[in-house]
């Protein structure tokens, strides 16, 4: 398991609202992206959002979590929105995460928010995978929800109602929206993997509707039981089963974690985690780790430095080109060992500098044992060998550095 950050994120939604979400995301390599609608009238921050996006994190699924036009921290007026607002803010939501993140693979909704991802699948070319959970076969089911003001909605236009402890104003175009939809209708002719969670005691939507789903979806897809699960999944462990679902049953569409993670030769990227000040993610090749600063210096402590790398590559190059001359000679060296010190010193300090230069200088202070039984001449002569190492060439060597735009060629 990963551990997590979230990160804010702000885009522009289908009405020109700004729309306000987080970027639930490992700490060490992303597997693929996906993408998460919340229930009706919920929010990011609800406990069941909250918990499966960050659990999916910790797989190695960074995942955008999104409060819609309206609600939680997102601008705009909720009497303003509808089904089809919903469908659309999704679909900004997968081209924001395009433009500025990596396209979703993976698009998951709950509830009505399940309901919105199945209608948004078709508009949604990146995702190879769809995944409901206790959603609706239709988005008119919701209207139960505040049925007692559905006669004052069609006679005045408009009611406040009270749904989850807030009261929000409905507007006669809200429920004809609602019942003009048809969820379920065009979902064979998306060729997607399809994934139906559902709970079979789900009292506020019926496991009736699951059903519907998996009959109008093509194959491949899949129905798995949520047993015992509450609709909103409150508890922690129904969203935590949710997620380690989701990621076991979705690997078989994503790009296997050695193909994600497979650099060239000499390519390393680092990414701030947004976790501390200065914690970056490093990862070179298929291998990951972290770098930071020391506390004194305002790190974390998290990883190695900057210099600590730097002198771990001469250490570990210098290591290597003993070990190769060894084989080569077919000389029994036992083990070998380097430590590597760096630090400035004054240039008059430095015997092997040259005359005319002044001020400080770097200094890598390599100190190699070779622990094997080997006379004193074999021994210098695999110090001199050092010196061959292709790291400690190039800082020697006055490396050229260019630096570019990461999106120039």
């Known amino acids: 398991m990963l551990k997590t950050t979230s990160q804010r994120v702000e885009f522009i939604g ?87 993140l990596e396209a979703p693979q993976l698009i998951i909704g709950h509830s009505l928010g399940g309901a919105a991802v199945l209608a948004a699948s078709r508009d949604i070319e990146s995702a190879k995978v769809v995944i409901s959970i206790a959603a609706p076969a239709d988005a008119d089911h919701v209207i139960h929800n505040f049925s007692d003001y559905i006669e004052e909605i069609e006679t005045n236009g408009v009611a406040k109602v009270k749904l989850g402890g807030r009261i929000l104003t409905i507007k006669r175009q809200f429920l004809e929206d609602l019942r003009a939809q048809n969820v379920t209708k065009d979902l064979g002719d998306v060729r997607k993997a399809f994934l139906i969670m559902h709970s079979p005691t789900d009292d506020t939507v019926g496991i009736e509707n699951a059903s519907r789903i998996y009959a109008a979806a093509r194959h491949p897809k899949s129905f798995i039981s949520l047993d015992k699960a509450d609709h909103l999944l409150t508890k922690p462990e129904d969203a935590a089963y949710v997620a380690s679902t989701i990621h076991t049953w979705a690997s078989r ?71 190769n001359y060894a084989a080569l000679k077919k000389i029994d060296v036992g083990r070998i060992k380097v430590e590597v010190e760096y630090s400035k010193i004054h240039i008059e300090d430095c015997n092997e500098c040259e005359e005319g230069q002044n001020g400080k200088i770097d200094q890598f202070e390599r100190r190699i044992e070779i622990q094997g039984d080997v006379d004193e001449d074999i021994k210098k002569r695999m110090l001199s060998i050092a010196d061959r190492c292709p790291v400690h060439r190039t800082l020697e060597n006055n490396a050229h550095i260019v630096t570019k735009p990461f999106d120039e060629e």
């Open 14 to 100: 289908s009405s020109g609202e700004k729309i306000a979400g987080k970027l639930d995301k490992p700490i060490g390599p992303i597997r693929a992206y996906a993408l998460y609608a919340h229930c009706f009238t919920c929010t990011k921050e609800f406990i069941g959002s909250r918990s499966i996006c960050q659990e999916l994190a910790s797989h190695g699924i960074a995942i955008l979590r999104f409060d819609f036009t309206g609600l939680g921290a997102s601008s705009g007026e909720f009497s303003e929105t509808n089904f089809c607002s919903n469908v659309l803010d999704l679909i900004a939501a997968a081209k924001f995460m395009e433009q500025e």
């Open 253 to 323: 569409y994503l790009p296997r974690e050695e193909d994600k993670t497979q650099q060239w030769e000499g390519h390393v990227t680092v990414s701030e985690t947004g976790a501390s000040k200065f914690q970056n993610w490093v990862q070179a090749g298929p291998h990951g780790f972290m770098a930071d600063e020391p506390k004194s210096y305002g790190g974390t402590e998290t990883g190695p430095t900057p210099y600590n790398l730097l002198g771990a590559a001469l250490g570990a190059c210098t290591s290597m080109t003993l070990r």
